[in-house]
């Protein structure tokens, strides 16, 4: 791998966390002044949050035509795959499956270490508001009041569901070749043009956006971050020594572990220096290959999990909504939060991210869903922790899609599909 292409991956990512801790400088040196009767004596860098506020406002603006453009032609484009039906059936559900496992793992590990002890602000609870309980949540999944209900950014779930239905009407009716699905592609294709040019604005930003939370909140921020960090990190590298083993002796039984781990290596570093999964594809297929995985299973599962394997996004999914419910002081706990979580971390994660904008529209399903009413602060704290963990998320997502072909493996050529193959070989 060479330099050069390391340094063109992370340089809008350094640029980023750059400018959110150049915000922070400021936003230290210059906080907010009151005096004993709360009445504003000086504003501190709290003036360069408009600098944050035009970003969020543009992103709002545009999730609604942009969720539904990429899911609409994502699914009225798609091709038969009959052949690959019981592949591509294995492999989704393993993606659920693994996801759930890391959302649980991640929920238990937030209930034991918290990443915010104190409120940032103190909101009263009336002004936050319940988040719904799971019947109205899995109603607001389905469904808007009316068509006019889905135009807004507090009904993605409707809006997704809506964007399916739609997208399969028009599979249906011809798919890419009527003049509906080449709408759909040419406009979702405009829209991701357009989230790339609002994002180079985002450095900017976020420099205002920090310089406003450190000199309303203080230092405690900081902190905060830290804090789930301290969590995050370490926890990435516990699951590829403990979950991917034990996910690899399922799929291949004897020696399968002792492979996994022989063929692993690569993939994990050429995620972490490309910071993406697709990149990491060709890497994949060819440990794949040498392990002995039918092409079949690797065409299909590798690709595919660039796309929609999501551990690590799981992890910071669940970091997300603990994060942010700490910094407004709500109880995180209940069967029914967990399920809620879980089944919100799935679909944003593993569901969303196969779309085009995807992981925007996980941001905006865990704002819908949880913070409707401080959408404003919640979005940019989410995006912020997703900057701050991409790496090991991406390294867990990428490499985990090598793990998974040995459980699909398992349910397409046997379980003794690893011993047939280095029998082979020998």
Not at 257 to 282: D, E, N, R
Not at 329 to 350: E, N, P, R, W, Y
Request: charged fraction near 15%; charge should be neutral; include cysteine.
């Amino acid at each position: 791998m060479e330099k050069k292409s390391v340094a063109k991956n992370y340089v809008f990512l350094a640029i980023m966390l750059g400018s959110m801790v150049l915000g922070a400088v400021v936003g230290w040196f210059f906080p907010i002044v009151k005096d004993a009767d709360g009445n504003l004596i000086s504003a501190g860098a709290t003036v360069l949050k408009p600098l944050g506020s035009v970003f969020i406002n543009m992103m709002f603006c545009i999730v609604v035509p942009m969720v539904f453009a990429s899911i609409s032609s994502a699914v009225a484009n798609m091709e038969s795959r009959k052949r690959a039906g019981k592949i591509m059936g294995v492999t989704v559900a393993t993606f659920v499956i693994t996801g759930a496992i890391a959302a649980v793992i991640m929920y238990f590990l937030m209930k034991m270490f918290p990443p915010v002890l104190i409120p940032w602000a103190e909101i009263p609870a009336e002004e936050i508001g319940e988040h719904a309980s799971l019947a109205t949540m899995i109603v607001n999944f389905f469904t808007a009041e009316d068509f006019v209900g889905l135009l807004s950014r507090r009904a993605m779930l409707p809006l997704i569901v809506f964007s399916l239905l739609f997208g399969f009407a028009v599979n249906l009716n011809g798919g890419k070749e009527t003049l509906v699905g080449k709408f759909l592609e040419d406009l979702s294709n405009v829209m991701l043009r357009f989230v790339k040019i609002i994002t180079y604005y985002a450095p900017i930003a976020f420099f205002g956006f920090f310089a406003d939370l450190v000199a309303t909140y203080g230092s405690q921020i900081a902190a905060n971050y830290v804090r789930a960090l301290v969590v995050y990190y370490p926890l990435c590298f516990i699951y590829i020594f403990t979950a991917f083993p034990l996910f690899a002796w399922f799929g291949g039984g004897k020696g399968a572990i002792k492979t996994m781990f022989q063929h692993i290596a690569k993939p994990a570093v050429v995620s972490l220096g490309t910071c993406s999964s697709v990149a990491t594809i060709p890497t994949n297929m060819e440990e794949a290959q040498a392990t002995g995985i039918s092409k079949d299973v690797s065409d299909m599962v590798l690709p595919l999990g660039a796309t929609m394997h999501m551990d690590g996004s799981c992890f910071s999914c669940v970091l997300k909504i603990a994060f942010v419910f700490g910094v407004f002081g709500m109880d995180f706990g209940g069967a029914d939060m967990l399920i809620k979580v879980i089944l919100v971390a799935v679909l944003s994660s593993v569901g969303m991210s196969g779309v085009p904008g995807g992981g925007y529209i996980g941001e905006y399903i865990i704002c819908s869903i949880f913070f409707a009413d401080h959408m404003e602060l919640a979005f940019p704290i989410l995006v912020t922790i997703g900057n701050l963990v991409d790496p090991p998320a991406t390294m867990i997502n990428s490499a985990g899609d090598y793990v998974v072909s040995y459980i699909v493996s398992r349910f397409v050529d046997g379980k003794d599909w690893l011993q047939k193959a280095v029998a082979a070989k020998k």
